[in-house]
């Protein structure tokens, strides 16, 4: 199949982007990478009568410290993220998820933005901006706001963007001394989405989990953050780590959703295998630990 007929517009300033919007509502769409929107209207998924590129507004590329925290622009490619020297010494969880996306054309063309408000359930980045306590920045007709990654996605390409927003930018804490991270993932082969993966984070203190955020994708309608698996590690002495408890937990906590290959159960299943084994490679590597 082919995109049916629409109009293309390359904008400049936010301003003209925002007298689009309000001239065709929800018939102009937002372009950034392409990644996901074009295979979309190739099958007609998606209808857009005005294809918005934003590859022109100002403050949308680039990576940077701030201070406490990296603010990545929504415009970044994959391929700008895995080679950001900054993301490997702060947050080096973005940098590791980025070789598990897809094939190096897809990395090498689509954004850190438009993955994000696709909101793909298998996909990497809303778990690992989850897993990272991660804000995603926004503007719109309104001014801007910033959103807990945790509140943004809220369903299967669904996310708290209202009509005439776009995501500017997506703002990381840097990683605190004793910090570990790990991403993996269960695929048919390398490059399909996901069956089930993890980003999890693990902040050590004193040989000690101090504090634990474990982001499940590729399982459930959404990325979603496993609390109670979560809590379950807090407290526990890295070196004796028992993720029985964070297995069980998450079992009872999330409510997996069938795809084409995987049902349920079957889901429950293989985010139990890989949350044993992405610990166990964790507490691995806690001699690499961050700081």
């Known amino acids: 199949?082919?995109?049916?007929?629409?109009?293309y517009?390359?904008?400049?300033?936010?301003?003209?982007?925002?007298?689009?919007?309000?001239?065709?509502?929800?018939?102009?769409?937002v372009i950034a990478g392409g990644q996901?929107?074009?295979?979309?209207?190739?099958?007609?998924?998606?209808?857009?009568?005005?294809?918005?590129?934003?590859?022109?507004?100002?403050g949308l590329s680039g990576i940077e410290d701030t201070g406490d925290a990296i603010r990545i622009g929504a415009m970044a490619r994959y391929v700008d993220l895995r080679e950001s020297a900054l993301l490997a010494t702060h947050v080096p969880l973005i940098r590791d998820a980025v070789a598990l996306i897809a094939h190096e054309a897809i990395r090498s063309r689509g954004t850190i933005g438009g993955n994000l408000a696709h909101a793909d359930p298998a996909s990497e980045m809303p778990a690992v901006v989850q897993a990272l306590d991660a804000r995603i920045d926004i503007r719109g007709p309104e001014g801007q706001r910033s959103v807990p990654a945790a509140e943004f996605f809220l369903g299967t390409y669904a996310v708290d963007l209202a009509p005439g927003?776009?995501?500017?930018?997506?703002t990381v804490p840097k990683a605190p001394a004793g910090r570990l991270s790990g991403?993996?993932?269960?695929?048919?082969?390398?490059?399909?989405y996901a069956s089930a993966g993890g980003a999890f984070v693990l902040d050590v203190e004193n040989g000690r989990i101090a504090a634990a955020r474990l982001a499940c994708?590729?399982?459930?309608?959404?990325?979603?953050?496993?609390?109670?698996?979560a809590a379950?590690?807090?407290?526990?002495?890295?070196a004796a780590l028992d993720p029985e408890p964070a297995v069980k937990a998450l079992?009872?906590?999330?409510?997996?959703?069938?795809?084409?290959?995987?049902?349920?159960?079957?889901?429950r299943h293989l985010i139990g295998v890989l949350t044993k084994r992405l610990l166990a490679d964790m507490v691995s590597r806690s001699g690499k630990a961050h700081g």
């Open 1 to 7: 199949m082919k995109a049916a007929p629409f109009d």
């Open 9 to 29: 517009v390359r904008v400049s300033c936010f301003e003209e982007m925002q007298e689009i919007f309000a001239a065709h509502g929800d018939d102009a769409q």
């Open 36 to 58: 996901s929107l074009i295979p979309a209207m190739a099958m007609r998924m998606a209808r857009p009568s005005v294809l918005l590129d934003i590859a022109g507004l100002p």
């Open 165 to 170: 927003e776009i995501i500017v930018s997506v």
């Open 183 to 192: 991403i993996q993932e269960f695929v048919r082969r390398s490059g399909d």
């Open 217 to 229: 994708f590729g399982v459930c309608d959404r990325a979603v953050l496993a609390e109670q698996a």
């Open 232 to 238: 379950t590690l807090v407290g526990q002495e890295l």
């Open 251 to 267: 079992a009872s906590e999330i409510e997996p959703t069938a795809d084409l290959h995987n049902g349920p159960a079957t889901k």
